[in-house]
Nanobody, 115 residues
Framework: QVQLVESGGGLGQPGGSLRLSCEAS????????MGWHRQAPGKERELVAR???????DYTDSVKGRFTISRDNAKNTVYLQMDSLKPEDTAIYYC?????????WGQGTQVTVSS
């Protein structure tokens, strides 16, 4: 089992920045990918970014050049640096950890971008 605890959400201004953190605990040795998904009101949940143990990363097109995912493997933590925020980034952001058995989800953290 893997447990995920997110932090860092809140209110951000258009053009501003926020940083999300997610710490994994439990069977962290089994994790091969960590990432972030989000779900905006009335929309389906979507992948935002993910990073494999190799360090390679994927981003959804709408955040490329604005968001940066990183991992601190010693701390079993994944980060999402969100810059140049837009109102359409408003969503609940979920941390994910992928193992070969299943994907684990955090409880979610609200990000609201508004002036």
């Amino acid at each position: 089992q893997v447990q995920l605890v997110e932090s860092g959400g809140g209110l951000g201004q258009p053009g501003g920045s926020l940083r999300l953190s997610c710490e994994a605990s439990g069977s962290t040795f089994s994790i091969h990918t960590m990432g972030w998904h989000r779900q905006a009101p009335g929309k389906e949940r979507e992948l935002v970014a993910r990073m494999r143990n190799s360090g390679s990363a994927d981003y959804t097109d709408s955040v490329k050049g604005r968001f940066t995912i990183s991992r601190d493997n010693a701390k079993n933590t994944v980060y999402l640096q969100m810059d140049s925020l837009k109102p359409e980034d408003t969503a609940i952001y979920y941390c994910t950890a992928g193992t070969y058995a299943r994907v684990y989800w955090g409880q979610g953290t609200q990000v609201t971008v508004s002036s």
